[in-house]
């Protein structure tokens, strides 16, 4: 069932961006900086840094600007960033993103829910944002919402999804990131809907991107990498979430699927002690205690002493042998 476990799969971190986002506190300019730039370190292909949305829109990340100027660059890594605009578009650039991540949804209802436009308003500005990036020789991934389940419309038709990701290929995109955004999904369900667009789109950059609302992001995520896919969205700690989903916890946590996958033999590159180091980091940062497992029990083989007493529990273990005899 797992064979092909020596693919090396790419981590992309978004807990800087899609996580911070919904956190109640505002974290200084200075201490993102520095999470970011420990991050940089530990082996990651991509680190989504913040958003050129609207500080009236997002507060959390008002200091885009100073964050994108401030991050040290690693080598190899992609520094990414959600555009949601031109004038987004404008202001990235102006900041040397390395890459455009644009948004919109395949359910309607959500698209309007959360981007305040339709479908084919939301591809029509696309259009002029991916426009916009290719003239800058910047590429281009779409994030598509919903794609396994809307919590207003219920189930998305799967030809829907291949539809939507066909208009993002012939728009230029470079790649499209398929969004369990509100931990909907099912593992057959994703290994179907993963294989097809992987299958259907050979010449797109295929991410997964999964929650745990309903404990089945890990799962998931092997399901994905069954069916082929080699990049994935995580944010450390597993904070994030969806306000379209009501008691939704955040995306898988890095920490955990990094630790799983390196179990199942996968190669990921990404230091587990660094991430766990990074999310009590976090866990200060925005004031309380993170979702993940990992961060708190440690690796598989975390080894700890044995309770008080344990000599004379031995001892008297091994007298109890010796009176028997």
Do not use: W
Request: aromatic share 4%.
């Amino acid at each position: 069932m797992f064979e092909g476990n020596s693919a090396k799969i790419r981590i992309n971190e978004v807990a800087t961006r899609d996580g911070l986002q919904n956190e109640s506190v505002f974290v200084e300019t200075d201490d993102k900086v520095a999470l970011v730039d420990k991050l940089s370190g530990l082996g990651y292909a991509k680190i989504e840094v913040t958003s050129f949305t609207s500080p009236t829109a997002i507060p959390a990340l008002k200091d885009a600007e100073a964050v994108m100027h401030r991050i040290r660059r690693e080598p190899g890594v992609v520094y990414t960033a959600l555009i949601p605009n031109v004038r987004g578009g404008e202001r990235a650039l102006e900041c040397r993103v390395d890459e455009f991540n644009l948004v919109m949804s395949a359910s309607e209802t959500h698209n309007l829910a959360n981007l305040r436009m339709t479908r084919p308003q939301s591809l029509r500005q696309l259009g002029d944002v991916v426009a916009q990036a290719r003239s800058a020789n910047v590429p281009v991934n779409i994030s598509l919402s919903c794609v396994f389940g809307c919590p207003m419309e219920g189930e998305v038709p799967q030809d829907n999804v291949l539809e939507l990701v066909g208009k993002f290929a012939d728009l230029g995109a470079t790649g499209v990131t398929l969004c369990d955004t509100t931990g909907m999904a099912y593992p057959t369900q994703v290994y179907r809907i993963c294989d097809s667009v992987a299958k259907a789109f050979p010449g797109i950059n295929i991410t997964g991107h999964f929650h745990n609302t309903r404990g089945m992001g890990l799962v998931n995520t092997v399901a994905a990498v069954q069916a082929g896919i080699t990049q994935f969205d995580m944010s450390l700690g597993g904070i994030g979430g969806c306000p379209y989903a009501p008691g939704a916890s955040g995306n898988v946590s890095t920490e955990d699927v990094v630790h799983m996958l390196q179990c199942m033999g996968y190669d990921t590159g990404v230091s587990v002690p660094g991430l766990i180091e990074a999310a009590h980091l976090l866990a200060e940062l925005v004031g309380h205690e993170l979702p993940a497992q990992v961060s708190r029990a440690g690796e598989r083989l975390t080894r700890h002493s044995p309770p008080a007493g344990f000599n004379e529990i031995r001892e008297r273990a091994l007298a109890r042998d010796i009176t028997t005899k």
